[in-house]
């Protein structure tokens, strides 16, 4: 995580960042990336409506993790 503390400048560093919310959002990233499998797999009569549904929960999983990394 050396490099990572480089990134920041100032009163911000990377050991204020909780490892455990940066895993939420890369779970959620591949949630949306996959969206279109898991609907199809789930529903496969629903179409679009179902990968929307999956890329909102996808999105919201992402702002928790978020909210976890930066206030955790």
Do not use: H, T, Y
Request: charged share 15%; aromatic share 2%.
């Amino acid at each position: 995580m050396q490099w990572l503390n480089k990134v920041f400048s100032g009163a911000a560093d990377a050991s204020r960042v909780k490892p455990l919310g940066i895993a939420l959002m890369l779970a959620a990233v591949a949630l949306v990336c996959l969206a279109g499998r898991i609907a199809r797999r789930l529903r496969p009569e629903a179409g679009e409506g179902a990968k929307n549904v999956i890329k909102l929960i996808g999105m919201l999983i992402c702002a928790g993790g978020a909210l976890l990394a930066i206030l955790g």
